[in-house]
């Protein structure tokens, strides 16, 4: 094994020539640059220097293994060349240490905007960026939130309410309440342990977690941390190469996850402005400019490696042919598609618009659903078929009119997240508890007993499908010069 | 009589072991602190300590008889061993004394929003969190008064209006004009004499005050302070036990309550953040944590035996077994079961949402009011049952609408207690007269001069249906990240 | 003729025993006091004093003769025993000392709203208040712009607008546009010569001036200040006593007015808070508690002198038999009282809600426009008389929309007021000039040549009747208690 | 030639007497004054003056001799007698100056927000004014951008969409994506060369430049600017001195324009208060009151020489004769000008309202093209011409949805303006490559591969028609009172 001195590495800190340390071990990324999903700029920061800090918010152990080709991997790094620097308290490292001291106790954690709220303070700027931030003018991020607010609740009273069960059952499996955790990615940008903090508290609190391509844990950790009988279902980016493809998905299916849940609205990912604009703090001014420009195009191009753009109908066929799981599509946004997948055997759909990170003006997951059961019931296809909607919940409500409306169960993503980035694995418990209390206390108050009694007459959609009120444009009004009157110069 | 010294009493200051004073008399909570309905927590506050003043602001005298078992009474204190304590002024006792000393002059207040403005800066945090707060996101509490907004008037010219009468009769007992108080807990948080400052005001306007289950005076005094043939009636919260239902319920015929009107929105309490929050300030910090998580799930069991959530249709027959005052149904909020309860020989509904504290985003009343009038009268069944509306009500234009829209009265309950607040009886005889000159205001300018001159067609409820606009989501709202131009850093 | 000392009249200054000069003559108000229109505090603020300058603020000269008996004078003041005191500045004054000092050129008033900005800083608050408040949440008044902003234009191109003419003709009296001032009251608060600035004003730009019964100018006054061949129409407040409302008329129609506009709408004076508000201020304290109550419901009554709640449609009989003007009803507000008003011989009718300061809810003048005109035509009654509309008309497509719609010419009060009170008569003039050059680009940029050519296709008024938004509550936004998300306290 | 003192200049400082020195020579301006369509205070500032610099920043150098008769040429400027003074920076010049300094770098514009923002602060209040500036209240102009936002999108998944392709001919040439830029005018307000910056940028590009009759450069030098094979349309004033416009219609023709779009919608110019308000900034006080009143009548008088509000249909036959270009109508908003338009042998239109710069109230040209396509079909003359809108667009998703409702292309002003000011031909580019950029990722995102797969299905355009919420009148938002409720004066 060579031994390469800090000293060496420190002079290949330029585009042309980059090398970085990554765990005690040398790597010459100069070649995987145009190629790294996240940019070049994000690693030409560490350019010469030790990058493990940063690499480990990011990644799993084993991906440089999968992605980096041998040749990459030059040496180790000489200890006795390295030099200690005392880590300096930036200001924000005090804002967000401040902010952690000061922290409310959980239990005064009273519903999932106090989660939010505290994992906005105690997140590091580039994670609550890549968490909260939505595609361009995040319509479609409020939209989906916003949608929720459209429906109305007919409750029916006096009924015998003593007794209420919100358990069900997912592809087969048994939940505590109609909610699944969905797939969100980099897990340890908010906690160092990262999506095993989910799997733990999924298991606590009796529910299925769905487990992401993109995760900073390893497919081996997260399977790990599965307690006794607890289902894991497992979410696919599809990448360009059949062959990784095929191997990730028999890999999943060995390790016991239960459905395979294929995106399909990501062929290009969204522009999150809010995410891109983090990522140009302290970036060394050179990097900027006339090159920057075309990195924006090589990027879009690079990221297809990893996300196959060319995915279609036809590609269903080869998927049953390598896995038993059931596949559910994720991303389904019109009944016509909703037909397709019924069609061509899916076991189920998440109506989906990616969190509104994809494309903006895309409608609500909850808006969608009523057009696709009508849709599917008039083909004869609803009973072949589970629907699953996710985007925007943060209330029983919300669940409860998911339900009415002909949803099997809800995903949830960015609230999970806050939770655990703010209190850790008791977090997400305590905030699936919430929901799952407001949605008791709902169909307590609807007058319902069990998931079954919930009806579409005890929803008032009468306006679900207006857009006359759209979520404020803050860039537009930002830069608006708004008229003033002349008045008296006092 | 045993008497115990203050030394000994304070000794009892835990979860396990809780003594408090209250009016002199040591008692040992322990046991009770699980069912206590406004949670432990408040009590531990107390323990070992005196609780009189805390006790007095919520209870009635008479309930420790009520529901406290015999030997949870251990004894007198022994005055000798009680240190008094000079009272220091807190910055709360402070800003609030100083507000008292500004208050406006009573006849500044021009509308019931100048009362509620001077009861939230005289009120003390708790009292007015508890009485301002709504479900969740408060979205229904606010569309209570939105939906108001949605109707507009068309006002008939030309007509001698020199002469208007505003009364009515509601249950066959006369009003001066349609409204009547109705029924709220705790008023003794708003005032020390409590709720029969109402009960004196409702007298003196000649209309008709409905006696709350929860009222922090007792019954004997609520009835006690009535007037010459003062008309009562009487809101029930049904126990499980049906033995204390019967007795609460013949006590109030017997004492001269000529309605029952049982609430029938309230099979678990619904949950008030802004009054949940309140009551984390200044608690110890060992009473928050894991267990409170535990404590929550509790409360929602305790307050189960006060509120029976098992209460349905077929009690209706027992109650009229008991019973021989008209029943009325208070939280009624679908046609269909207005209907049943005509059917179910009912004398009255209230279509309320409890003011919007139960179910967020359950309609308005004044929503709901035309389709319960069309199916009531579709069914034959409108002549046989009057309908009353509440929560919103804040001008005589309010009034006028619900009238016009086929209600017999409408109640009203906040901005009493803000008027009682702020001014005492003066303030709700003032507040009452405010809302009946504006009622004859409106009847003149509408150009009628009873109320059975008002007829729909002076109504437009084109928009009553429509949720279009809803009212804004301030904890989303808070927390949401708004996007930002890039602009030159000057 | 008697002469009383200033030391005397000082000692009659309290509600059972109230003298006050007025241009040196002294009067006994106290059985007068319940009496006066504007409530009997602002009379006894001058009480045992001198109170012509808050006298010249509001009434014509020759009111004393009209509504006090001759013993309530009781003798002139001895001028020897006034002290002279030299008036401080307060900080109001100096408030307006500066704001008129800074005011902006006329040439830069560039809209009507130039014009409101400049006159909120100019007027004293007494006076701002009386002119801009309407009634109870101000609902109407900001709906009556707002309805206009439903209302959007189909502009016609490449037809040849070298030649526009925006004259019309209002009740066969030339007009150079479609607009006429209408009746406002108490001009002298905002300019000291009152109304007759607005005559000439008018006479200069060749439109019709609607004379106010409540005008701070006598009729005489504003009959003098006509110009050649100038027309002016007369408003009347329906006395309750025939006599007094016969001497009216029939002066006016002496005198050369050329129509007479009753207002119907008034049956009662409705609520503007706003204007009672600024009422308190200054108030002596023992003015203020318990007897104030009375005295607003005295107010009322009181009113009702000055304006006849009986008035109906069996009068207008009497109106047509003691004069030959022809009659327009102002404040028509529904289809089927035009019909009523065709139908018993009326030559026109205002739509009008008082400028939102009757009846809070009503709905604007533009709503209502359509389907007066379309019942009018169903029955065969459009020909026989004359649509206006009044209320929000600030630019000139308000105007361009409104005919249209089928109105003959729109009214407007305020603005005129504002650019009075700021300006003057030049004011007044460049206000009207900015009106009807807005018209009359409109008319070219629509493709029109006169008014005959503006057709109802060319507004778009899908939403006219949509009430969706409502304008903002803001008294129950104000005192609405924001639910927020729970923080780290940094 | 003869040689004039400054001093001799100087002299004729006045309205009455006006010389400016322009490029080293001396003009009597004093008869052009009221002919200047841009008003005669922005020529009295420099009376008796230099006034180079600011006639650069708007006028073409060829404008002189094309609209001053010979006459007005008095002499060249004597260089001796001209005193250097040392431009002192004031705060506006530092508040500018600083903005550039710290401008952030290009690739920081993430979105044609950001370089609006940029451009709001190294812009002149001047420029900015010009720029922004939209009609009246300005609903039009942000009813522009909102419209948009009505629409949403039906995005189909499963779709190959490795490759994308978004170009497309426009009047049969080429265009890199369906975008062009439209005519704007006084170019050289935001950058010293003006608009042969976009003439270059387009080319680069590879778009089509609409070539505007009020450019700041002449035509000669942008057609100079002109790349190998670049396209360039022209966009015409019409004069409504016919030889005048015949001449400029034949040079543009025989410079190689190859279209001619005839600007329909300007008979008047709109009324642009904040520009207006702009130029009142140091005008000498003399220049105010009782004369400008009749200035700003004579300005609309001044602009019709150069825009003929006579234009009409039968001029097209006319135009026709004159060049063999063809012709585009720009500015028409009805169904029925549309049809007229394809009658009368058009071969395209621009639905337009100016960029709200013109009429308010108009509606948006995305509004208006699904019932221009409607009808266009119905009458079977869709095929005959070509659909472009223009106006609030500044996303992809924006331009995707002109597509997919039947625009062949959309055209773009401002934000070429502001990329322009704040970043030269870069920033031109950068703002072109963002928009390219975001509709290719919308294109895939939506499942398509051309234009031509884009189908009206893909939108929901359901609310596209309502106007239920209405842009802001910040006018009269500003002067409204808002009602308070009253409290305790702490």
Redo the contacts between chains.
């Keep these: 094994m060579r031994l390469i001195s800090a000293q060496e590495v420190s002079k290949h800190n330029k585009r042309e020539d980059c090398w970085v340390i990554i765990h005690g071990k040398v790597y010459d990324l100069t070649k995987f640059l145009p190629e790294h999903p996240g940019g070049e700029r994000i690693i030409l920061k560490q350019a010469g220097k030790d990058g493990t800090a940063a690499f480990d918010q990011i990644h799993p152990l084993d991906i440089i293994k999968q992605y980096l080709p041998p040749e990459a991997f030059l040496g180790e790094i000489d200890p006795a060349t390295v030099v200690k620097t005392a880590k300096v308290e930036t200001e924000e490292d005090k804002?967000r240490r401040?902010?952690?001291?000061?922290?409310?106790?959980?239990?005064?954690?009273?519903?999932l905007?106090?989660f939010?709220?505290?994992a906005?303070?105690?997140l590091t700027a580039e994670a609550?960026a890549y968490y909260?931030s939505g595609a361009?003018?995040?319509?479609t991020l409020?939209e989906n939130?916003?949608a929720f607010?459209?429906?109305?609740?007919?409750?029916?009273?006096?009924?015998?309410?003593?007794n209420v069960d919100s358990s069900t059952k997912i592809l087969g499996h048994h939940s505590s309440f109609p909610l699944y955790i969905t797939a969100t990615a980099l897990g340890k940008l908010g906690h160092p342990e990262g999506e095993v903090v989910l799997t733990r508290a999924s298991y606590k609190q009796k529910i299925i977690q769905m487990i992401p391509t993109l995760a900073s844990c390893s497919l081996d950790e997260m399977i790990s941390a599965r307690g006794e009988g607890q289902i894991q279902f497992f979410q696919l980016y599809v990448n360009s190469d059949k062959n990784i493809t095929k191997k990730i998905v028999q890999a999943a299916e060995e390790k016991g996850c239960k459905a395979l849940f294929i995106t399909?609205?990501a062929?290009?990912l969204?522009?999150r402005?809010?995410d891109?604009?983090v990522k140009?703090v302290d970036a060394p001014?050179d990097v900027?400019?006339?090159h920057?420009?075309r990195r924006?195009?090589g990027a879009?191009l690079a990221i297809?490696k990893f996300i196959d753009?060319?995915?279609?109908?036809d590609?269903l066929k080869w998927f049953m042919s390598i896995t038993s799981m059931p596949i559910v599509?994720k991303?389904?946004?019109?009944s016509?598609?909703a037909i397709?997948a019924a069609k061509y055997g899916c076991k189920g759909i998440v109506l989906s618009n990616h969190g509104g990170r994809?494309?903006?003006?895309?409608?609500s997951a909850i808006e969608i659903l009523p057009e696709v059961v009508d849709s599917l019931k008039k083909e004869g296809l609803l009973d072949s078929i589970e629907i699953y909607v996710d985007g925007g919940i943060?209330?029983g409500?919300d669940i409860f009119k998911a339900i009415a409306l002909g949803a099997k169960a809800v995903g949830i993503g960015r609230p999970m997240l806050y939770a655990m980035s703010s209190y850790g694995q008791?977090g997400v418990e305590?905030a699936l508890?919430l929901l799952k209390?407001?949605l008791e206390?709902?169909m307590?108050?609807?007058g319902v007993n069990t998931l079954a009694d919930i009806r579409p007459e005890m929803v008032?959609i009468?306006?679900l499908?207006?857009?006359?009120?759209?979520p404020k444009?803050?860039?537009?009004s930002?830069?608006?010069?708004?008229?003033?009157?002349?008045?008296?110069?006092?």
């Design positions: 804002r401040l902010a952690i001291e000061k922290k409310p106790a959980l239990s005064e954690m009273l519903n905007y106090d939010e709220a505290v906005s303070q105690v609550w909260s361009e003018d995040e319509i409020r939130h916003n607010h459209r429906i109305w609740l007919r409750p029916r009273v006096m009924r015998n309410v003593l399909v609205d062929p290009q969204g522009r402005e809010k891109m604009r140009f001014p900027q400019g006339e920057e420009i924006d195009r879009a297809s753009p060319s995915l279609n109908w590609d599509l991303g389904i946004q019109t016509e598609d397709l994809q494309l903006d003006f895309a409608r943060r209330r409500t008791e305590h508890q209390d407001e206390m709902v307590r108050l609807m008032d009468k306006n499908k207006d857009h006359n009120f759209v444009d803050y860039l537009f930002n830069v608006y010069d708004k008229p003033i009157p002349r008045r008296s110069k006092l």
